[in-house]
């Protein structure tokens, strides 16, 4: 099981929900049947745009992006913390 930790956010024509369109569809929509597919295309349909949800947080897009890669450079260590612990309990992916 390997998580998505980093999503191309560098050109400004990508959206939020491209990133996330292309992750979940990299990592899990394989494994998610059409009715959960459908959920998550909804939910990610709600995302609202890089410039009104770095304006929510007070924030240009550019100070946004400096946020954003910090987080997902510190959840690094997490997702392969997760990833070793999924497989020393031999839980496998398909669940």
Same mark, same amino acid.
């Given at each position: 099981?390997?998580?998505?930790?980093?999503?191309?956010?560098?050109?400004?024509?990508?959206?939020?929900?491209?990133?996330?369109?292309? #992750? !979940?569809?990299? =990592?899990?929509?394989?494994?998610?049947?059409?009715?959960?597919?459908? #959920? =998550?295309?909804?939910?990610?349909?709600?995302?609202?745009?890089?410039?009104?949800?770095?304006?929510?947080?007070?924030?240009?897009?550019?100070?946004?992006?400096?946020?954003?890669?910090? !987080? =997902?450079?510190?959840?690094?260590?997490?997702?392969? !913390?997760?990833?070793?612990?999924?497989?020393?309990?031999?839980?496998?992916?398909?669940?």
């Amino acid at each position: 099981m390997h998580f998505v930790t980093n999503i191309e956010l560098k050109r400004s024509d990508h959206s939020l929900r491209d990133a996330t369109f292309t #992750a !979940y569809n990299q =990592v899990f929509a394989p494994h998610h049947g059409w009715a959960i597919q459908q #959920a =998550v295309a909804t939910g990610i349909g709600s995302l609202l745009p890089k410039t009104l949800l770095s304006g929510m947080f007070n924030e240009t897009e550019e100070t946004f992006k400096i946020h954003a890669q910090s !987080y =997902v450079t510190a959840s690094a260590s997490v997702t392969n !913390y997760l990833d070793n612990l999924i497989l020393s309990k031999n839980l496998g992916i398909d669940w």
